[in-house]
Nanobody, 122 residues
């Protein structure tokens, strides 16, 4: 069983930066790694994805220019660097992995972490 473990969440002021990490034992063999987030009382939404070779990345419109996803296959770790954070970025961030037909469709991911809380104070 593949276990994804997120870390790096916390409390940050609006305008600040935070980096969350996701460790997995076989990150290098998972085709797509991604981040989803779920705010209180809302559905879970796609944030960003990255292909196995790290060349192609995808972000939802609301985080473009602010968030950067990257992966280090040698360290079996995926990162989400979040800059210029806003109060609306407050959510539980989930690391996922798999072979999805659509990057933003959570149904295509078979590996999930338990999530890490990111809270942005305004």
């Amino acid at each position: 069983q593949v276990v994804l473990v997120e870390s790096g969440g916390g409390l940050v002021q609006a305008g600040g930066s935070l980096r969350v990490s996701c460790a997995a034992p076989i990150t290098f063999s998972i085709n797509v790694m991604a981040w989803f987030r779920q705010a209180p009382g809302e559905e879970r939404h796609f944030v960003a994805a990255i292909t196995r070779d790290g060349i192609a990345t995808y972000q939802t419109d609301s985080v473009k220019g602010r968030f950067t996803i990257s992966r280090d296959n040698a360290k079996n770790t995926v990162y989400l660097q979040m800059n210029s954070l806003k109060a609306e970025d407050t959510a539980v961030y989930y690391c996922v992995g798999g072979w999805p037909s659509s990057y933003s469709n959570e149904g295509g991911y078979i590996y999930w972490g338990r999530g890490t809380q990111v809270t942005v104070s305004s």
